[in-house]
Structure formats: C-alpha cells, structure tokens
C-alpha cells in the first residue's frame, strides 16, 4: 500500500540496524521536510514576522484557520486518547517491565497537565517481533497496519527496543489529511516511533525518564524544533517566544550558557521539550507553544 505524502514519517538519515542501547545525544527524526503544505502554510500565517505569499493569500490563510476553530477556544482542556505499543525483539522484550507504560504514562501527563493536556491511556499492546521492533522499512508500515487504534486524535506510540536510524524517536506532524474522512487507512503511518529504552526505568542512561515520548508528542501536536532551520535569521520554530538557536543542545549546558544566536535574543532555550537537551534539564514550553498546540489540535485533530 503507498500512503499518502503529508503521512510519511520523519525518518531522518537511516543506518541500518542501528541501535541505541548506551548513553550518547538525543536524536529526532522528524523535521518540516516531511510536513505537508497545509501545515507549513499555516505555521507561516500564524507567525507574526512572516509573509504567505502575497498579502492576499496570507489573508485567506488566516481566514480559513480561523474559521476552522471559531467555535473552539484554545484554552479549552484537551484529553487524548493514547495507545502505547511495546515493540520487542525475542532478545530484549525482558527488559520492558510491566511498570514502565504506567510510568510512561506519569512522565506524559507531568508534562503536558499545566499546559492543560492529558493523555488517556486506553490500551497497552505488548508484541514480539524481531522486524517490528528494530522499524526499518518496510516493517515499520507493516507494524502500524497491524497495531495502529484508533482515529486521527488518537495518539498512538510504539516503544520498539531496537529502534533503528541512530534517533531516540520520530513521529508526523498534524495534516489535513483525515479531514473528512473516517477511513483508518489514510493515516495508517500517523504516530511516534520511540526507543523503548527511553521510558522510565529504561536502559538509555540520561534519557531514561520518559521525556523522549514527551518531544515527540510534542511534534504531533504540531511543534517544531525550537532550532528549526539552524539559523539565528529565519522563521525557526515559527513561534514568537521562544529565542533564536542555531544548533540543537547536546546534555544541559548551563555554565557556560549556551548561546548560538547572541544579540537576537536570550540564552538557547535548553529547557524547553522541543530542544535536544537531557531528560533532566527539560523543564516544559512556554505560552505560545502551549496556543499552538491547542490551535493545531483543533485544526487538525479533534473531531476525527
């Protein structure tokens, strides 16, 4: 089956069969290369600084988006129904304990309740597959076909052990694409591939406190990298408040402060969830970023 090109996942730069099972940078493969139009369309109209096209089609733009959420305030609480999917192969599914999707659980919702979102865990599957759980293609269509639940506003992530490409996760931005639509098959590939060794209790020393799944969360509910772009000059992330970065952060720098873009801004925002940062120097997103979330929620989520 060939999916549609606004649901192809992030997958970065694959090696094949590599696998993350020792402490070392965070890694995501998910980038605005795979965004569709729609999505890039509307992040362009939404930040203040930048131009659509013509003045007339950044209008439209703004127009149609606000139509789209009139009737729903940005504000509102938003429950997201989630499936966590442990992906193991023969070797490791040991090493995924029973505790872990609880715990999981608690790192998301820690996260995300003051920015007031919470995830319903509705399911845990647990498989055994050696193909699956390392998510080269074309296993990792086959996988999704096989386990994914839900509708589009269900979040559904697949924790595989030996999660392939030298990342710790990947996940599809919102689009369009369900609109409409209640055939499952259209956004069979919509979710976020994480290394199962990052959730709590896991063997990926810094990044074992599920913060992992929390970034790419983050992505599918329409947030970019906080250096999207590696430019102190352009767009970035397209929202407003969080500062300049040029490069990703490797571990918590704090002294010195990292600074990559000085004199257009603060310090690099090495707190925020959409950095590279560690598990333990994320502290959370700032208030736009929480808007943009329940924006693209509504846009592109709720109601399919």
Known sequence: ???????????GVFLSH???????????????SHASEHFLSTISSLHSPQTNGSPAARAASILTTRDTTSQKDNNTAITIDTIFHIVATPSKKSTITN???????????????????TFNLVNVTWTTNEAWAVGASPADAEMKKSLRQGTYRTLNLYFQTDLTGGVLGRC?????????????????????????????GGDLEDYNAGKTAVHEAGHWLGLLHTFEGNSCDGPGDYIDDTPPEREATDGCPVDPVKSTCQGKGDAD????????????????????????????????????
């Open 269 to 304: 925002p090495i707190h925020n969830f959409m950095d590279y940062s560690s598990d333990a120097c994320y502290e959370g997103f700032t208030k736009l970023q929480h808007d943009r979330m329940h924006f693209m929620w509504n846009l592109y989520r709720d109601g399919n």
């Open 99 to 117: 505790d872990m999707p609880s715990a999981q659980l608690d790192a998301l919702n820690a996260a995300y309740n003051p920015y007031d979102i």
């Open 172 to 200: 599809t931005l919102p689009s369009p694409i369900a609109n409409g639509r209640s055939d499952p098959s259209v956004y069979l590939s919509d979710g976020c591939n994480v290394n199962a060794n990052t959730m709590p």
């Open 18 to 32: 590599l696998t993350l099972t020792t402490a070392q940078a965070f890694d995501c493969g998910t980038d605005t």
């Open 1 to 11: 089956m060939v999916l549609p090109k606004p649901l192809l996942t992030s997958v």
